[in-house]
């Protein structure tokens, strides 16, 4: 019986050192777990993509969001390939041809302006284009119409696109009217208000004046009127008026100062010659001396007493050449001539008049008192013939 105990005793010995050692592995064990279990263990659940992590808070977001009961705010709002930012359109693909503004919708953008106007300059070898069209084709449209027109001259184009413009083909059939006749002006300005055309400036030529003249005083393109017209005729150096008795034919050619003056000329050669059919080959032109119409008035005066010939007035010059029906004729021509005719003018006459039949003729008697007159008092002469006591045979 005494062995029993003893054994059992020495057995208990030995098994509670390898029990402690058991239980400390243990817990150990317990201290240092599994590396994939404490992946799972710290997360709580398995690990997510980046795409749905950044979806799963937005979600979080809109639901507390939506916990308070208010709506949720207002966040980008994408539709198709824009979105709206602020109140701003911001494209998604930047710089696209696509969207880029057409000329068309560029003038349909801008102010409108009112009136609508539009200018071309004429200097020196430049033409100048300012002001407004209704968009960028219609402005290179314009453009080409001003070098189809001046060729050799530089086209200085500073034109701004606007709204506000007339129909368009009335528009720019205004505008071509207009720069047609800024190929008259050697220097100036054809401005258009709406479709108002003001002119301004002075002719390149007689010709082109009398073209521009007939251009706007004739049919207008539709819907455009003539505001103003101060286009000055070009200056005649020396200024020349002729006028030529042939015949039953009165010619009158060379320079007039205004359209007035040409129809005063014209109604006093009229009554002058009588019978006579009137050829008017006038043109206006600046440049005409000082009290030229009354030289001009003199001088067809002079010419309707003779048979045949021409006066011609050139700068302050009148020089009158033909026949007279007698050498009495002849003598009150030149009297009258020099007695009407205006200062600063000068006369020289060429006149030659057919024999008289008589012994007793008057300008035989006249001619060298008229002389003595003139000599003695030098331009200064009578209003009236001096008296003579014509001779008499027997």
Not at 153 to 176: H, M, N, R, T
Request: with cysteine; glycine share 8%.
């Amino acid at each position: 019986m005494s062995v029993r105990p003893t054994l059992l005793s020495l057995a208990i010995a030995l098994l509670l050192p390898l029990l402690f050692a058991a239980g400390a592995i243990i817990d150990q064990c317990r201290a240092e777990p599994d590396p994939a279990r404490a992946e799972t263990s710290d997360k709580g659940t398995p690990a997510k993509p980046a795409a749905m992590e950044a979806l799963g808070a937005e979600s979080a977001a809109a639901a507390e969001a939506g916990q308070g009961g208010d709506a949720a705010p207002d966040k980008p709002q994408t539709s198709g390939r824009a979105a709206t930012v602020d109140g701003q359109t911001a494209d998604a693909e930047e710089g696209s041809a696509e969207d880029e503004p057409k000329p068309q919708q560029a003038a349909e953008q801008t102010d409108k302006v009112e009136p609508y106007r539009w200018l071309a300059r004429r200097s020196e070898n430049k033409v100048k284009l300012r002001g407004f069209v209704p968009s960028e084709k219609d402005q290179r449209t314009v453009v080409g119409m001003a070098k189809a027109h001046f060729a050799n001259l530089e086209i200085d184009d500073a034109l701004k696109v606007a709204g506000g413009a007339p129909p368009k083909e009335q528009w720019l059939g205004a505008v071509s009217f207009a720069l047609k006749q800024l190929t008259h002006i050697e220097e100036g300005n054809v401005r258009l208000s709406d479709v108002a055309l003001s002119l301004d400036g002075r002719a390149k030529t007689a010709a082109d004046y009398n073209e521009l003249q007939a251009a706007i005083h004739g049919a207008l393109p539709t819907g455009m009127s003539l505001q103003k017209m101060a286009v000055a005729p070009p200056v005649a150096e020396p200024f020349v008026f002729t006028a030529s008795l042939e015949g039953n034919i009165l010619t009158l050619a060379g320079n007039v100062p205004n359209a007035e003056l040409q129809s005063r000329l014209l109604e006093l050669a009229a009554q002058a010659f009588q019978g006579r059919a009137i050829d008017d080959q006038l043109t206006i032109a600046a440049g005409a001396p000082e009290n030229w119409k009354d030289a001009a008035t003199a001088a067809l005066a002079a010419l309707s007493r003779l048979q045949e010939g021409k006066v011609t007035l050139s700068g302050d010059d009148l020089k009158i050449d033909g026949m007279a029906a007698d050498k009495s004729t002849a003598t009150e021509l030149s009297f009258q001539l020099r007695r009407d005719l205006p200062s600063p003018y000068r006369a020289s006459e060429n006149i030659r008049w057919k024999e008289a039949g008589q012994r007793g003729d008057i300008a035989n008697t006249i001619i060298p008192r008229i002389k003595e007159i003139v000599d003695g008092r030098g331009t200064t002469l009578p209003s009236v013939l001096p008296a003579f006591e014509e001779e008499r045979t027997r």
